[in-house]
């Protein structure tokens, strides 16, 4: 299967900055959307950002204009740029990937998650 590890949370400021990281391993043939989504306590898990290819983006409403989403497909990293964070961004951040990996001869189709990495934005 493919796992996937983020790092780069943490305690910050409001108005500060962080970025976020998710490196996948395994035995990965392609991966097609990486995407970063967050889970307040109480609350459901929501979008933040997907990105397909290099340049297909999508945000939530209330990041756009303040993170970034971007990928390295030779490392099979994504990245979230977060700056001007806010107080309502205090979450539990978790990546996501899909794509195919090897399964002895063949392909298979994957679907994974990451364990989640705690951004907490507080003075």
């Known amino acids: 299967q493919v796992q996937l590890v983020e790092s780069g949370g943490g305690l910050v400021q409001p108005g500060g900055s962080l970025r976020l990281s998710c490196a996948a391993s395994g035995s990965i043939f392609s991966i097609n959307a990486m995407g970063w989504y967050r889970q307040a306590p109480g609350k459901q898990r929501e979008l933040v950002a997907t990105i397909i290819s290099t340049s297909t983006t999508t945000y939530a409403d209330s990041v756009k204009g303040r993170f970034t989403i971007s990928r390295d497909n030779a490392k099979n990293i994504v990245y979230l740029q977060m700056n001007s964070l806010k107080p309502e961004d205090t979450a539990r951040y978790y990546c996501?990937?899909?794509?195919?990996?090897?399964?002895?001869?063949?392909?298979?189709?994957?679907?994974?998650w990451g364990q989640g990495t705690q951004v907490t934005v507080s003075s």
């Open positions: 996501n990937m899909n794509g195919k990996y090897w399964y002895g001869v063949g392909l298979r189709d994957f679907n994974s």
